[in-house]
């Protein structure tokens, strides 16, 4: 196994953990790193199987938490929404989105740590219908449909565990969508890759399994507090990216 190799392995664990503690992460870390070495569209590629083969263990472990009403709400639309910003993003590339997308994360994630986004709820299907279109929508033109979907289900009254597998479940039907269209327009370029596939998804579940092991030993506040370090570090990446 090359350093390369072994670096994307340590970084698949890690992203399989606080995957496992925030319901989103794996796409956040492994696609920037894996980008220093390939293509980004293949990068993206590359790091929807090692993600579904962590978001498919996670969803095993947490699919009795999940929150219907949340789940055919906000997330039938969030996962409309996500496959419609993927399918324009070829034609919509803009910086100002990026800093738009980054700015909301920062927002989401200083909510969190304050909580202030406790104080800040949806209520009614409505507001879940156009909260998850919009989240989806954004997350999808900009590539990073993990981040801002857990920004915007931390307005949703769920405790932790329903929180990471209703977001789980969400981040299953968008990989069932997403995978068939990258095995067929990437399909040539990921065969050579399947051995670093392969240790990639291992790793994502060796992290998943760690971070699900964490969740269960953490407070809701701790939880929500956690996950807006991640959003605020997220978006404070997402920023430093677009503006340099």
Known sequence: MDAFAVVTAVAAVIAGAIASISGFGIGSVLTPVLSTQFDVRLAIAMVSLPHLAGTFVRFLIVRTRIDKDVLLGFGAASAIGGLSGAALQVVVQSSALAVIFGLLLVFAGIGGLTGFAERMRFSGRRSALVGGALSGLLGGLVGNQGGIRAAALLGFDVEREAFVATATAIALIV???????????????????????????????????????TLRRMSDAVFRRVVGVLLLALGAYTLARVLS
């Open 175 to 213: 990989d069932g969508a997403r995978i068939p269209v990258y095995l067929a327009t990437e399909g040539a370029e990921l065969a050579p890759q399947w051995s670093l596939i392969a240790i990639l998804a291992v790793g994502a579940v060796v992290g998943t399994l760690l971070g699900g092991w």
